[in-house]
């Protein structure tokens, strides 16, 4: 399958910095918590899209690709994890070097996450793409924004069916911040900056 195929091709690359192109064959869906990829220290992988999704079970509980080293997105894919309605939190979970070329990410307004997440040893650039979730971005790192689509449809009166209220700012940042291209549309508000430094 081509899960199969891609966890395969992303295990087998080396931890010594070479770069290592991977390709997506086809759609995978019904993706699980335990299909969850982690790209290790060390590893540098572009990671070829090819047009092709990722799509989520509905049980299913985080973002579908973890990152540790150096990940490229590229070919225009989508990684959606809105299928989980309180447990697909976004697309990638960024602790190492992330860049984002293009593509559509997104996670659940209810489960209160961000589409990507870029932690605090992070960093990421993203110069171009759809980002949708509670939250489009969270970054506690250092992140670049280049270009791209941030959107949110969250605010407190997002109710879900327990009456709990799911809200956030559409790009969050509590690192550094430099954006330099890119459209932000939220309700509750669009770019939200918490004790970081920021360049406009």
Same mark, same amino acid.
């Given at each position: 399958?081509?899960?199969?195929?891609?966890?395969?091709?992303?295990?087998?690359?080396?931890?010594?910095?070479?770069?290592?192109?991977?390709?997506?064959?086809?759609?995978?869906? +019904?993706?699980?918590?335990?299909?969850?990829?982690?790209?290790?220290?060390?590893?540098?992988?572009?990671?070829?899209?090819?047009?092709?999704?990722?799509?989520?079970?509905?049980?299913?509980? +985080?973002?579908?690709?973890?990152?540790?080293?150096?990940?490229?997105?590229?070919?225009?894919?989508?990684?959606?994890?809105?299928?989980?309605?309180?447990?697909?939190?976004?697309?990638?979970?960024?602790?190492?070097?992330?860049?984002?070329?293009?593509?559509?990410?997104? +996670?659940?307004?209810?489960?209160?996450?961000?589409?990507?997440?870029?932690?605090?040893?992070?960093?990421?650039?993203?110069?171009?793409?759809?980002?949708?979730?509670?939250?489009?971005?969270?970054?506690?790192?250092?992140?670049?924004?280049?270009?791209?689509?941030?959107?949110?449809?969250?605010?407190?009166?997002?109710?879900?069916?327990?009456?709990?209220?799911?809200?956030?700012?559409?790009?969050?940042?509590?690192?550094?911040?430099?954006?330099?291209? +890119?459209?932000?549309?939220?309700?509750?508000?669009?770019?939200?900056?918490?004790?970081?430094?920021?360049?406009?």
């Amino acid at each position: 399958t081509a899960l199969t195929q891609l966890e395969a091709d992303i295990a087998a690359a080396p931890a010594n910095g070479t770069e290592t192109r991977v390709e997506l064959t086809d759609n995978i869906t +019904g993706f699980t918590t335990d299909d969850i990829i982690t790209i290790q220290e060390g590893q540098n992988i572009v990671l070829d899209m090819n047009g092709y999704s990722i799509t989520v079970a509905d049980d299913f509980t +985080g973002r579908p690709l973890v990152n540790y080293g150096t990940l490229t997105m590229t070919g225009e894919g989508t990684i959606d994890s809105s299928n989980s309605i309180y447990g697909g939190l976004g697309a990638i979970n960024n602790f190492g070097t992330l860049t984002i070329e293009n593509g559509t990410y997104k +996670g659940h307004i209810y489960a209160d996450g961000a589409a990507v997440y870029n932690r605090a040893s992070g960093t990421a650039t993203i110069n171009g793409g759809h980002f949708w979730g509670c939250a489009a971005v969270n970054s506690a790192g250092v992140i670049t924004v280049n270009g791209g689509t941030f959107e949110t449809t969250s605010c407190n009166k997002t109710i879900d069916d327990n009456g709990n209220d799911h809200w956030a700012y559409c790009f969050i940042s509590s690192g550094t911040l430099y954006f330099n291209d +890119g459209n932000v549309s939220g309700v509750q508000g669009g770019l939200a900056i918490n004790l970081s430094l920021i360049h406009i």
